[in-house]
């Protein structure tokens, strides 16, 4: 039995995560734990259906209401911080699946990675945002960081049994989202609605955004640099639009190992979750007769410059990542909330990050005050 406990349960990933619960066969995963923002309605369903033992809601007011609607089953309704933190750091859980959306993840993800959980990472601002003190206290613990994403999985996949083989090159593929091949003039005008139109993934709406901006791929730039101890000159980004490889790693003697599928986030789900066991749960399957055109393109980073600031972040380190990740989640919320247009999105970080000194051998208060300081600075950015 897999024990686990679900952060972010209501999203995208956490919904595609319970049907992967649903789906596998001899009941091997037990949900101990859920947890969801405001979206009460959707928590009380599951939480009826799954029987956690605890349901935690960020919303502290929301989570009064649900306390209400759950009073006759058996199970504790918290709020807030302190009911995320509760659910990671559950005494029967082994496992827990991060798939928050933005920074709320991170302090949740150390105290669950602390009280010697695996973690299921599918929320990026985690590593972004302070990926040395996330894998410092990783190894100091023994625990495992199982990707979610499904490029790090891939890579994840393709290193099982590379034994003492150095990697060479790590080969990260983008599908290029909403607006691949557009130019800076076809930029200006594009709406919200434009950039929600992604060709192959059904993801979260920041997501989806950041998918369009290219800043999506910036994230994951960061994240391999941890995940996989690699320089960030040794990662290579390929424009894929047909999203069936998902990433490859290319070794020291010239051989290359990609991962391909359809392009269903449940099968990289569902290998964390099961790690290292593959069991069969129907998913779709990838037949190559029906895909015999893979193409690769460079991505274009003069156009979409968030990729570029993502390098820039990594590389001047410290807090640098921090600020950007924060600059680029408010800088979203307000394009989705039509305050900014799309290409105000890496202007407004870019200004962030100009005005921002990192911080070197930082400590969680260090990145929460640098995430703080990012957030405020670009809400108080007057835009035309």
């Known amino acids: ?3 686990i406990s679900i952060l972010g349960s209501t999203g995208s990933i956490g919904t595609q995560a319970l049907d992967v619960v649903r789906a596998v066969k001899g009941d091997d995963i037990k949900v101990h ?6 979206n009460i309605d959707l928590l009380e369903k599951q939480a009826l259906e799954f029987k956690p033992e605890i349901v935690a809601v960020m919303d502290e007011e929301k989570s009064i209401e649900l306390k209400k609607r759950l009073k006759s089953e058996n199970i504790k309704v918290l709020g807030g911080m302190e009911g995320l933190i509760k659910v990671a750091t559950m005494e029967n859980v082994e496992t827990v699946l991060t798939s928050v959306v933005g920074n709320v993840g991170l302090e949740p993800t150390l105290e669950a990675i602390k009280s010697n959980k695996n973690i ?3 929320n990026k601002e985690t590593l972004v945002s302070a990926g040395e003190l996330v894998m410092r ?3 100091g613990k023994g625990i495992k960081i199982l990707p979610v994403d499904s490029e790090h999985s891939a890579i994840f996949q393709c290193l099982q049994g590379k034994h003492d083989n150095n990697i060479y090159k790590i080969l990260l593929t983008a599908s290029g989202g909403s607006f691949r091949g557009k130019t800076i003039d076809e930029l200006k005008n594009v709406t919200v609605d434009d950039a929600l139109k992604h060709p192959n993934w059904v993801m979260g709406r920041k997501i989806t955004i950041d998918s369009a901006t290219l800043m999506n791929k910036g994230l994951e730039v960061i994240e391999a640099v941890w995940l996989f ?3 960030v000159n040794q990662i290579q980004v390929l424009v894929h639009p047909q999203s069936i490889i998902h990433s490859a790693v290319e070794f020291e003697d010239g051989a290359v190992i990609a991962q391909l599928g359809a392009p269903d986030m449940r099968l990289p789900i569902q290998y964390a979750l099961l790690y290292p066991k593959r069991v069969d749960t129907n998913l779709p399957r990838l037949d190559l007769f029906e895909h015999n055109n893979l193409t690769f393109e460079k991505p274009d980073m003069d156009t979409f410059k968030c990729l ?3 390098f820039r972040a990594i590389n001047e380190g410290g807090t640098m990542p ?3 990740n924060a600059a680029n989640e408010v800088a979203v919320e307000r394009f989705l909330n039509r305050e900014i247009s799309f290409l105000q999105i890496p202007e407004l970080i870019e200004k962030t990050m100009n005005s921002y000194s990192p911080v070197y051998n930082y400590d969680l208060k260090t990145v929460l005050e640098a995430d703080k300081w990012a957030r405020e600075f670009v809400y108080n950015q007057t835009v035309k």
Do not use: Q
């Not at 734990?33 to 405001?38: A, E, H, M």
């Open 229 to 231: 101890n690699v320089n």
């Open 308 to 310: 570029s600031l993502a």
């Open 137 to 139: 206290t990783a190894m």
């Open 120 to 122: 299921a990472l599918a």
């Open 322 to 324: 921090a600020v950007m």
């Open 33 to 38: 734990g859920i947890t969801g923002n405001n």
């Open 1 to 3: 039995m897999n024990n």
